[in-house]
């Protein structure tokens, strides 16, 4: 099995690569326009990967993220979250390293076979970094609504941690 993990993405780019030479596409003239426009789109991108990077680091530093954590956990008590997941629930849509810094915490103070520490890995599971992904999305975007999709993106964020701490209390 090892040795076939390891053969899949070889073979994944030799047979894209001879797809190529069949249907007689120049493959590193394609290769080279789209590096080509790599480097705007990474430009473009730059501003608001920082932003989130920044206010991650901020929101961590400052001890507004403990704060937010301590006092939005009894709303999430109330919903049938454990409150030792508020401060991954908080990290979650803003940083993927962060947030499964904040998990291991979790699995070492709960244990990983508590009901806080698989509400949290299934948490973890759950959902991608929202703002990091919709720092990327829009940056390559004329017209903006990023309000709209950020609610959306927050809100079915939330129904999904609740939903996965529901699964986890009953199973």
């Not at 394609?30 to 991650?56: D, N, Q, R, W």
């Not at 709960?110 to 929202?130: E, K, L, N, P, Q």
């Amino acid at each position: 099995m090892k040795y076939i993990l390891a053969w899949t993405i070889p073979l994944i780019f030799l047979t894209s690569i001879l797809f190529a030479i069949f249907r007689k596409v120049k493959v590193y003239d394609s290769f080279t326009e789209g590096a080509k426009g790599a480097i705007p789109l990474i430009l473009s991108i730059f501003p608001y990967i920082t932003a989130v990077m920044m206010l991650c680091k901020l929101l961590e530093v400052s001890g507004l993220e403990a704060k937010l954590s301590a006092w939005i956990s009894p709303l999430f008590t109330f919903t049938g979250i454990p409150e030792e997941i508020s401060s991954l629930i908080l990290m979650k849509p803003l940083s993927g390293s962060g947030s499964i810094a904040v998990l291991t915490q979790i699995l070492e103070r709960c244990g990983i076979d508590s009901y806080a520490g698989r509400c949290a890995c299934v948490v973890y599971g759950t959902s991608d970094t929202i703002f990091y992904i919709g720092a990327v999305y829009f940056a390559g975007m004329k017209r903006k609504k990023l309000t709209a999709a950020l609610v959306i993106a927050i809100s079915s964020y939330l129904l999904a941690v609740v939903f996965a701490c529901f699964l986890c209390r009953i199973m």
